[in-house]
């Protein structure tokens, strides 16, 4: 980082010596191999490039055009401390006379980032810029349009950490606060239909865009409504992008459960998360994986005739993933005749989700393929081996799961599931959750396999920029 004039005029004197050094080259024969000659030249380009952008950022900074700076950690502030005296258009001298200091400590402090500077020293410096510390520290001029937006953004329900992860680009210079507006107002505009004028204006941000297919399913009580409607807007536009790229062929999806379990076997001799994966992708359904958290559950919807199912879970429980996708492909097969279908998950605690016929028929569907048409027989065993000692319980699905040879983890969700409906039913809180979890495995990393499976059957290269950034942006963490 450039830190006063001096280092500015020699910076610039370097970044000529550099072009000319580079011009030279290009223009002369080289005296070894083409290769050795074009690495060489690209070496010096880097380093020329490097100084300009330092040499650029100390000229922004001295247009004054810095008002503030975002600090996202207090190892952030000595940089910015600097920042904030190049634009005011002090010297290090000025500011080390208002300090009292000589000029020599200043730079020395600022040569070193403030490593060798108390706290109170860097209170002291604070106050001798007369900076007002709030949650953002020094954020340019531009950036309140950032701000602005961030701030609209938030109150329609969406943070600034999704909109950072999810929605905004990545691949920006620090100081591009208008690219970086331009960019996020482009790709909030094809998500929510929502234009630049309505983003930094004053009126509120409306959720109404695809309402239609967003809105079939009631809200849970405690739930944050707002978050959950932008989220679910967000993620339909997801799946219309992949609906209108996706290369997979459309077939017909089979209702009953046995013809599922029997053809996964057939086909991949187990039933795991990767075959279960690989045989809903065959009947040409994409799923996507999103681990957001809040908002639904999983959602499943035809654009277009197109099945797309989308799974939000955060656990790396294969078990778990195996079940969610299964229960969505039930949903999937329903009301084949339409073009357009939707059915948006609720948590899978809300009793709305729990009582409802369809998603009933959806868990038994998810149940039956994972662990057989005996599915109701094991699950009982496994309580009539405990003999009613809930501390039994392990042992008991462990020992059925071995004799039955079912997976051990889908056997203690669905005997967790159980139990907790016991329950609920006779008012009692044994909760079985956590033992479940323990016999848990892992055979894969879902949410990467997921994305990696979508991703090798979409047209990437018909997508432009914008699509395909938000879509690259679904799995990053």
Not at 366 to 372: D, E, F, K
Request: proline letters at 3%; glycine letters at 4%.
């Amino acid at each position: 980082m450039i830190k006063n004039s001096k280092q500015q005029a020699l910076t610039k004197k370097r970044i000529a010596e550099f072009s000319d050094a580079i011009s030279k080259l290009q223009t002369e024969e080289p005296k070894f191999s083409p290769l050795l000659a074009k690495a060489q030249i690209d070496a010096l380009v880097y380093q020329r490039n490097e100084l300009v952008e330092q040499a650029e950022e100390y000229d922004l900074l001295l247009a004054g055009n810095l008002a503030m700076f975002d600090v996202n950690s207090i190892s952030d502030l000595p940089k910015a401390l600097i920042m904030s005296r190049i634009s005011m258009r002090l010297t290090q001298k000025d500011l080390a006379d208002r300090l009292c200091m000589k000029e020599q400590q200043i730079q020395r402090y600022e040569n070193t980032e403030y490593g060798s500077a108390s706290f109170k020293t860097l209170v002291s410096i604070v106050e001798a810029l007369d900076l007002k510390i709030t949650e953002d520290v020094f954020l340019p001029k531009e950036s309140r349009e950032k701000n602005i937006l961030l701030s609209k953004l938030s109150d329609a329900g969406l943070d600034k950490s999704f909109i950072e992860k999810r929605v905004a680009p990545r691949n920006l210079m620090p100081f591009d606060y208008g690219l970086w507006v331009d960019k996020t107002v482009e790709r909030l505009n094809s998500i929510f239909g929502w234009t630049r004028e309505l983003l930094l204006g004053d009126s509120p941000l409306v959720l109404g865009r695809d309402a239609s297919m967003l809105a079939r399913f009631k809200m849970p009580v405690g739930a944050n409504a707002v978050y959950t409607s932008a989220y679910t807007q967000y993620a339909y536009s997801i799946a219309n992008i992949v609906a209108l790229n996706c290369t997979l062929k459309k077939k017909h999806i089979p209702k009953d459960f046995l013809f599922v379990r029997q053809n996964i076997l057939e086909a991949y001799s187990e039933i795991t998360f990767e075959s279960v994966l690989s045989y809903v992708t065959n009947l040409g359904i994409p799923v996507i994986s999103l681990n957001d958290s809040g908002a639904f559950h999983g959602a499943t919807w035809r654009i277009h005739g197109r099945n797309i199912i989308v799974l939000k879970q955060k656990s790396r429980y294969t078990s778990k993933w195996m079940f969610d996708l299964l229960h969505e492909l039930y949903h999937a097969s329903q009301s084949p005749e339409l073009d357009e279908f939707s059915v948006v998950e609720l948590s899978e605690s809300c009793d709305e989700r729990r009582n409802d016929q369809e998603e009933i028929e959806a868990n038994n569907f998810a149940v039956r393929v994972l662990l057989g048409e005996k599915s109701d027989e094991y699950i009982e065993e496994c309580f009539q081996k405990a003999k009613g000692e809930t501390h039994w319980l392990k042992n008991s699905v462990i020992q059925v799961a071995r004799t039955h040879q079912l997976d051990c983890g889908v056997l203690a969700y669905q005997v967790a599931n159980k139990l907790d409906s016991i329950s609920k039913s006779n008012g009692s809180k044994v909760n079985w959750w956590g033992a479940a979890n323990n016999l848990q495995a892992s055979t894969c990393e879902p949410n990467t396999l997921c994305f990696k499976t979508l991703t090798s059957h979409i047209n990437l290269e018909n997508l432009n920029n914008q699509d395909r950034n938000l879509l690259e942006q679904i799995s990053s963490d």
